[in-house]
Every structure is written in structure tokens, then in C-alpha cells.
């Protein structure tokens, strides 16, 4: 299993960013997915996830209205929408799948929202 995220980046307050993870090495198209973000001394929290199929999706109150989580799975892709963007959104943000009982991440790409 392999998950590579990509997208991350240095953006002021009130802008946007598109986050992707390209999946690779299991069927992606049969489990769901998550992305996490981790702040600097904190711990990682779930920020989104969409299920198998892309039809159900669940957001932290953080951010809900202001992300959006999509997936193409004739690319084995999954994306994070980031708009309106805050200060307390800078994090690494990290892609996950649960695969046959175990827990894969990807390396993690910096979102840093500063003016």
C-alpha cells in the first residue's frame, strides 16, 4: 500500500487549496478514506472522510462548510477541497486507509495559511 499526498503549500487567510493522495497497491476503489492533519505539538485529528463509493462523507466541525472531500476512483485519488482558509488550519495534512487491519499513511504535505 502506498499513499502519496500532494497540494500543500504556503497560502494567506481566506484562500484555497486542493489537496490529492494518489493510492496505490489495493483496491482503492472498495474502501473508504480519510484525511487527518496534525498541528505542530499536537496530536493528529480526522478532518474528513468518504466512503467507498463517494456517496457518504463526515467532516470535524472545524472545518465542515469549508472543506470538501471527494474521490475519482478511476484514478485512485482522493481529494481535500480547502476554502476560506485560517491560521489554525496550518498542519500537515496526511491521507489514510484502513487495509486488512492495518493502518497506512502517506508522508504528509504542509498547509501553512499565514499573511
Known amino acids: 500500500v502506498q499513499l502519496v499526498e500532494s497540494g500543500g503549500g504556503l497560502v494567506q487567510p481566506g484562500g484555497s487549496l486542493r489537496l490529492s493522495c494518489a493510492a496505490s497497491?489495493?483496491?482503492?476503489?472498495?474502501?473508504?478514506m480519510s484525511w487527518y492533519r496534525q498541528a505542530p505539538g499536537k496530536e493528529r485529528d480526522l478532518v474528513a472522510v468518504?466512503?467507498?463509493?463517494?456517496?457518504?462523507?463526515n467532516y470535524a466541525d472545524s472545518v465542515k462548510g469549508r472543506f470538501t472531500i471527494s474521490r475519482d476512483n478511476a484514478k485512485n485519488t482522493v481529494y481535500l477541497q480547502m476554502n476560506s482558509l485560517k491560521p489554525e488550519d496550518t498542519a500537515v495534512y496526511y491521507c489514510?486507509?484502513?487495509?486488512?487491519?492495518?493502518?497506512?499513511w502517506g508522508q504528509g504535505t504542509q498547509v501553512t495559511v499565514s499573511s
Open positions: 489514510n486507509v484502513q487495509y486488512r487491519g492495518f493502518v497506512y
Open positions: 497497491g489495493f483496491i482503492f476503489s472498495r474502501y473508504d
Open positions: 468518504i466512503s467507498s463509493g463517494g456517496g457518504s462523507t
